[in-house]
């Protein structure tokens, strides 16, 4: 079994950093990844990281802006996000699998999620 809590939301101006934290419960799956939710829209991957120590994958939308990392000693994955748009409004969902492909292409391709924490950015 595999629970997540995510951590770290709030609200901030565009132009501002965040940093969302996911703690890890139980197995160590092979795959993390970020998704996002906005109002009235689909959830969209955002980030994954290949876990212990993989590579990583990013949406178009973030690539240059965000960052995804992992702390193993801690059992914590994290996205960094900076310079921040109102686009990036919605609530980010953490999410694991178990498998060899990692990247958050598909919502269906994870089995376990976080409660999702509620992001906010101001123009």
């Known amino acids: 079994q595999v629970q997540l809590v995510e951590s770290g939301g709030g609200s901030v101006q565009a132009g501002g950093s965040l940093r969302l934290s996911c703690s890890l419960y139980g197995y160590t799956p092979d795959c993390m990844g970020w998704f996002r939710q906005a109002p009235g829209k689909e959830r969209e991957g955002v980030a994954a990281i290949a876990t212990p120590g993989g590579g990583s994958y990013y949406a178009d939308s973030v690539k240059g802006r965000f960052a995804i990392s992992q702390d193993n000693a801690k059992n914590t994955v994290y996205l960094q996000m900076n310079s921040l748009e109102p686009e990036d409004t919605a609530v980010y969902y953490c999410?694991?699998?178990?498998?060899?492909?990692?990247?958050?292409?598909?919502?269906?391709?994870?089995?376990?999620w976080g409660q999702g924490t509620q992001v906010t950015v101001s123009s």
């Open positions: 999410a694991a699998r178990f498998g060899a492909v990692c990247h958050a292409k598909s919502v269906g391709d994870f089995r376990y």
